[in-house]
């Protein structure tokens, strides 16, 4: 069965940067596009970005853009983002998800890790 | 990259049918089949229940269908049940390559 798992979240200061990881195991990584999707607790759903199956394609949110950059893995089925600069607004709980090929959907989740910026 | 809109919430009671609205514009909902939803329960992760405006995943129960009509698409739940209770977001492809999600409605099953 598909999983994916998040790492990586914890507090960190405005200005600071994190680094996220997705373990992808229950099918093939390499040929699956990935996405981020965030979400500040008790609000809705935001989409980050997305990374074809084979990093060739990067595309991110206007709110991101420039201080995230997401990158994969193929050989350890991971996925991570790198997130410089952060802000206030950045806290939330970050979501990895596999893509429905061609649908451009979300069709599977990890359970989310939880970046809190804060001094 | 303005969020798709939505109610804020929608209530039924059980076996009856209710809907779900999501509007955008040409360039996302309108522009083509890529709208899909998503039912998340508190503390979870959200699930996938439609793609391509109409399509179910498997597993996803008939109860659950979609639909478009221009900018707008909509979800309807029949017979509704209490596990339904959920919060339910639409999403989409855009023409800039992006993808950007719906504010989220919060169905009550009364």
């Known amino acids: 069965q598909v999983q994916l798992v998040e790492s990586g979240g914890g507090v960190v200061q405005p200005g600071r940067s994190l680094r996220l990881s997705c373990a992808a195991s229950?099918?093939?990584?390499?040929?699956?596009?990935m996405y981020w999707v965030r979400q500040v607790p008790g609000k809705g759903l935001e989409w980050v970005g997305f990374?074809?199956?084979?990093?060739?394609?990067?595309y991110y949110a206007d709110s991101v853009r420039g201080r995230f950059t997401i990158s994969r893995d193929n050989y350890k089925n991971t996925l991570n983002v790198q997130m410089n600069s952060l802000r206030g607004e950045d806290t939330a709980v970050y979501y990895c998800?596999?893509?429905?090929?061609?649908?451009?959907?979300?069709?599977?989740w990890g359970q989310g890790t939880l970046v809190t910026v804060s001094s | 990259q303005s969020a798709l809109t939505q109610p804020a919430s929608v209530s039924g009671s059980p076996g009856q049918s209710i809907a779900i609205s999501c509007t955008g514009t040409s360039r996302d909902v309108g522009g083509d089949n890529h709208v899909s939803w998503y039912q998340q329960h508190p503390g979870k992760a959200p699930k996938l229940t439609i793609y391509?405006?109409?399509h179910r995943p498997s597993g996803v129960s008939n109860r659950f269908s979609g639909s478009k009509s221009g900018n707008t698409a909509s979800l309807t739940i029949s017979g509704l049940q209490a596990e339904d209770e959920a919060d339910y977001y639409c999403?989409?492809?855009?023409?800039?390559?992006?993808?950007?999600f719906g504010t989220g409605t919060k169905v009550t099953v009364l």
């Open positions: 999403s989409s492809y855009t023409s800039s390559d992006t993808w950007v």
């Open positions: 998800a596999k893509d429905l090929s061609s649908a451009w959907a979300f069709e599977y």
């Open positions: 990374i074809s199956d084979d990093g060739s394609r990067i």
């Open positions: 229950g099918f093939t990584f390499s040929n699956s596009g």
């Open positions: 391509e405006v109409s």
